[in-house]
């Protein structure tokens, strides 16, 4: 189902919030700022479960895949249940932010 929303890029979410802000519609940009949280969210979540700074083949990327595809699967079940609703959305968003930090951290790098 496509919703016209970004949750993989957030500088870009916050662009179309920018606008959004602009043009008046108040409920869409603070459900943008609602997605942009829950990457924040995400990103938070992998960094408390993953405490090496590089690469270390260990437990904690599990936690993270095994979070991240609950997030997916409720994301899945919520959209096919409740299709005329957008809460889905969130799910995906903290599953991204949770992917992003984990490659990350999986790289080394301190910044991505």
């Known amino acids: 189902m496509a919703t016209g929303y970004t949750v993989t890029h957030v ?28 990457f924040m969210t995400g990103s938070a979540l992998c960094a408390m479960t993953i405490t090496k700074q590089s690469f270390h083949l260990c437990r904690s990327y599990l936690h993270v895949f095994a979070m991240g595809t609950l997030l997916l ?34 790289s080394g790098n301190v910044l991505r």
Request: aromatic share 12%.
């Open 11 to 38: 500088t870009g979410a916050l662009t179309k919030a920018a606008i959004l802000l602009q043009d008046g519609n108040s409920v869409d940009f603070g459900f943008i700022l609602l997605l942009v949280s829950g």
């Open 73 to 106: 699967l409720a994301s899945y079940m919520l959209s096919f249940y409740f299709p005329h609703r957008r809460e889905y959305v969130i799910c995906v968003s903290v599953a991204c932010g949770m992917q992003n930090a984990m490659t990350t951290s999986y």
